[in-house]
């Protein structure tokens, strides 16, 4: 249901606003931000309640000191790690948006208008549709890799 109603509000969005490079950055803004605004929340009632936090607050700190010396220091590799594992969800729902028609048009490229293109010659020429989803899935994993590595680097339970 989540994925229907997320393809629906993704294909209204881009009607209203059209079929460009803006648009595009705006609705995957709009979508993918809750996820990540989820997990910097998480993240930060965690560390706010930490000693450190606390000591400084007891010092007479300022807001602003403790967020920009202690929290914000804190969240950066959440933030890194949940963007990293964000993209390739982007990646592919730009490419089917592409391929269906409803993303970036003709001057721009883009893998899924690539696939889009070759659909039509799809009895002749096969190999022309194979090379476009080959490099999304190429593409897609090695975010996914990324993402997992940055995880296991930023992980302080994994370092020994």
Known sequence: LDQVLGQSIKGTIFEKLGTNMLSLFVVFGLLYWVGMARLVRGQVLQIKSNEYVMAAKAMGASTTRIIMKHILPNCIS???ISTALQIPSAIFTESFLSFIGLGVQAPMPSLGSLANAAREGLQSYPYKLVFPA???CIIVLSFNL????LR???DPKLRR
């Not at 990324?146 to 590595?149: F, H, P, T, V, W």
């Open 152 to 154: 296991d680097a930023f």
């Open 134 to 136: 080959i490099m999304i």
């Open 146 to 149: 990324l993402g997992d590595g």
């Open 78 to 80: 959440v933030i890194f």
